[in-house]
């Protein structure tokens, strides 16, 4: 994806490592393959920058969109995974109807 300002974003991969957010350089050599395979351009262009982030889930990684159980003006809408942006109009609209159903 090329962003407004010029820059060119390639990603993203997925790994189980728990609360490490280092960066390897598999992943990396992974991600530039694929986006020169696609933009072959990009061969001649420095990698400037690279990062990580974490991907909250629940367990089993099935999202809790529910009303608290013990605050009655507070609503989980998490665990999503990597499936937040993907989720995100669905499970807004169950937050929606659960908050103007509870009053």
Do not use: C
């Amino acid at each position: 994806m090329q962003r407004q300002d010029g820059v060119v974003l390639a990603g993203s991969t997925s790994e189980d490592v728990g609360f490490d957010k280092g960066v390897t350089e598999s992943a990396r050599h992974s991600l530039q393959n694929k986006a020169e395979e696609l933009m072959p351009m990009l061969k001649k262009y420095n990698i400037q920058n690279q990062w990580s982030g974490l991907r909250p889930g629940s367990q089993g990684n099935i999202p809790m969109i529910e009303k608290h159980p013990k605050y009655n003006n507070v609503y989980l809408n998490t665990g999503h995974y990597r499936y937040g942006l993907t989720m995100a109009p669905r499970a807004a609209a169950i937050v929606t109807d659960l908050i103007t159903s509870h009053g």
